[in-house]
């Protein structure tokens, strides 16, 4: 990924940074990007539904949460 000059010059000055005011730079930027998309979410939502229908309806599969986890201990 490229960044342009004003980011290049934004980057350099925050690594001059003490290592706490960094991460806290760091944790900013990440969680500038992590923003919800009321899209999706409204799929997820109809989706659970959906699962949650067909499971009673008798559709589904029911695996215990103890089958899974345990499934994957074994390893």
Do not use: C
């Not at 979410?41 to 103890?66: F, H, K, N, P, Q």
Request: hydrophobic share 45%.
């Amino acid at each position: 990924m490229t960044m342009n000059a004003e980011a290049k010059q934004l980057l350099d000055k925050a690594m001059h940074l003490p290592a706490l005011d960094r991460a806290a730079v760091a944790e900013q930027l990440l969680s500038s990007l992590d923003t919800p998309d009321p899209a999706i979410d409204t799929l997820w939502a109809e989706e659970a539904e959906a699962r949650i229908d067909a499971y009673e309806r008798g559709e589904m599969e029911v695996v215990s949460a103890e089958d899974v986890f345990g499934k994957y201990e074994k390893r």
